[in-house]
């Protein structure tokens, strides 16, 4: 028990217990059970020929497009920032840490209206893209981009405070006995933080894949080629076709899922966390 704290009545804990498992299934457990029962109501067969429409085979495709190319670009800027920021103190230090969690501020939807201000047919850059034949904007790159922008702090942020606590001795050591700056990097500093890495990563790409905000701005719903799963999935519902909707919300909701068994694992093989279950 915690030094100081007050014993808690037996009756008191199994009230905040039911009323924090109450509140699990009423807002988590219900919502994900009912969109398995819908998407099999109509049986396997029904959901399979959902799922294997052309236009959600292609929004299936494009999410996991996005995906593959937003998670890695987020791994070495999280890197590079973590990096940064977190061994090394100088000028606008703290500017760049606030600039790194603007997107938790912005919503997605105002930074993908300033994708298509700045991409866009009108926008600043807009001539000079038409002019070389370049589309941004209701094309898979614009998608990207607000996934990028929307996803970029999940790896950064988990790095950043682990990086800042464990120091620099090690680096310093290791460049003492002569080690260059890559085997320094990966022999010492990524040993250290694999764990947060992994765990911002599974975040990153639960975000990525569900995003809708900024790509629903920036696709312009062109079914079959800039519709993502989630868009599809509104799409579905605003035509009626609820099973089918619900259908493919079951394939996001899987995805879903494993993100979060993911994310599990990676809290549970962390050293810090470990470190933590060892006191108690």
Request: glycine share 8%.
């Amino acid at each position: 028990m915690i030094p100081g704290a007050r014993a808690v009545s037996p009756a008191a804990r199994w009230l905040l217990t039911g009323a924090a498992l109450a509140l699990v299934a009423l807002f988590l457990l219900v919502p994900l059970t009912a969109v398995f029962i819908e998407a099999f109501r109509g049986g396997a067969a029904a959901w399979a020929a959902a799922v294997r429409q052309p236009d959600a085979l292609a929004a299936l495709r494009l999410t996991l497009l996005v995906a593959v190319i937003v998670v890695p670009a987020n791994a070495l800027f999280g890197l590079a920032a973590g990096w940064a920021l977190g061994k090394f103190d100088f000028p606008g230090r703290s500017l760049l840490v606030t600039l790194i969690d603007l997107p938790f501020a912005v919503s997605p939807v105002v930074a993908g209206l300033v994708l298509v201000l700045l991409f866009g047919r009108t926008g600043l850059f807009g001539e000079w893209l038409a002019r070389n034949g370049l589309k941004i904007v209701f094309a898979p790159p614009g998608i990207v981009l607000a996934t990028l922008f929307v996803t970029f702090p999940f790896v950064a942020r988990e790095l950043i405070p682990l990086m800042r606590a464990s120091g620099s001795e090690e680096e310093e050591a290791a460049r003492v006995l002569g080690a260059g700056f890559f085997q320094t990097f990966f022999r010492v500093t990524l040993p250290n933080v694999k764990w947060a890495l992994l765990y911002g990563l599974v975040l990153c790409s639960a975000r990525a894949v569900g995003e809708f905000g900024a790509v629903s701005v920036v696709s312009g719903h062109i079914r079959g080629r800039t519709n993502t799963l989630p868009l599809e999935v509104e799409i579905l519902y605003n035509e009626y076709q609820t099973q089918a909707a619900f259908a493919v919300a079951s394939l996001l909701t899987g995805l879903a899922l494993v993100a979060l068994v993911a994310k599990a694992a990676a809290r549970r093989f962390s050293p810090a966390d470990a470190g933590k279950r060892e006191n108690r």
